[in-house]
C-alpha cells in the first residue's frame, strides 16, 4: 500500500516570514495530494490540493508543488501570519483510500 | 445534510462499558471513512466504506472495533470493552467519489475512558 512521509513534525517561524513542508510517497499509482489544515480542536479543512498532470498550483499565500519523479510534494505558506498556525496533514490517493502524513505543528510566531 | 455530521461530539465512558458512534456523512457521497486521531498525533486510518462494495476493515486495531453502513448512508462505529487507550477523537470523513471530490471531515466525537 501507499506510505506517506512528512517532514517536519514540528516548524515554528517568524510572522512574515515563509514555511515549506514537505511529503514523499510511495505508490507511483497515487494522482491525487489534498493538504489540510486542523486548528486545535477543529476538524481537517482541504486548503489546497493537486492533481499529478500539475507540477505546481497556486492559491494566494500558499502554493503546492509536485515532483512525480521523485515522489514528492511540498506545501509553500509565503508571509506566514499567526492565524496560519496549526496542523498541517498531507495525504496521497490513488483514486481509492487517502494516505495521511502524520502532521506537521507550524507555529507563527508574532 | 450540509456537513458531515458525527454524534455524539463527545463521550465518556467506564472502561470496559460498548459505544457507539455515529456519521451522518453528505447525502449522494458514495465513500464514507473513519479515522482515529489520539492528542497530538496524526490521522489513523480505521475503516472505509465505498458504495456496496465490502468495506476494507484493514485498519481496525482490533476485533473489539467494528463498522457499518446501512443504506449507504449513515454509519457506526463500535467499539466493545472499551479500553483506556481507546480515548481519542474519531474522526469521519465522506466524498462523492473514490478519494476526490467534495472530501471532508465531520467534526468529530472525542471519546474518553475512564
Known amino acids: 500500500g501507499e506510505n506517506v512521509e512528512q517532514h517536519p513534525s514540528t516548524l515554528s517561524v517568524q510572522e512574515g516570514d515563509s514555511a515549506v513542508i514537505k511529503c514523499t510517497y510511495s505508490?507511483?499509482?497515487?494522482?491525487?495530494f489534498p493538504w489540510y489544515k486542523q486548528e486545535l480542536g477543529k476538524r481537517p479543512q482541504l486548503i489546497i490540493d493537486i492533481r499529478s498532470n500539475v507540477g505546481e498550483k497556486k492559491d494566494q499565500r500558499i502554493a503546492v508543488t509536485l515532483n512525480k519523479t521523485a515522489k514528492h510534494f511540498s506545501l509553500h505558506i509565503t508571509e506566514t501570519q499567526p492565524e496560519d498556525s496549526a496542523v498541517y496533514f498531507c495525504a496521497a490517493s490513488t483514486g481509492n483510500q487517502f494516505y495521511f502524513g502524520t502532521g506537521t505543528s507550524l507555529t507563527v510566531i508574532p | 445534510g450540509a456537513g458531515v455530521s458525527q454524534s455524539p461530539s463527545n463521550k465518556v465512558t467506564e472502561k470496559g462499558k460498548d459505544v457507539e458512534l455515529r456519521c451522518d456523512p453528505i447525502s449522494g457521497h458514495t465513500a464514507l471513512y473513519w479515522y482515529r486521531q489520539s492528542l497530538g498525533q496524526g490521522l489513523e486510518f480505521l475503516i472505509y466504506f465505498q458504495g456496496n462494495s465490502a468495506p476494507d476493515k484493514s485498519g481496525l486495531p482490533s476485533d473489539r472495533f467494528s463498522a457499518e453502513r446501512t443504506g449507504g448512508s449513515v454509519s457506526t462505529l463500535t467499539i466493545q470493552r472499551t479500553q483506556q487507550e481507546d480515548s481519542a477523537v474519531y474522526l469521519c470523513?465522506?466524498?462523492?467519489?473514490?478519494?476526490?471530490?467534495?472530501?471532508?471531515f465531520g467534526s468529530g466525537t472525542r471519546l474518553t475512558v475512564v
Open positions: 505508490d507511483s499509482a497515487s494522482n491525487y
Open positions: 470523513a465522506s466524498s462523492l467519489v473514490q478519494g476526490f471530490a467534495g472530501y471532508t
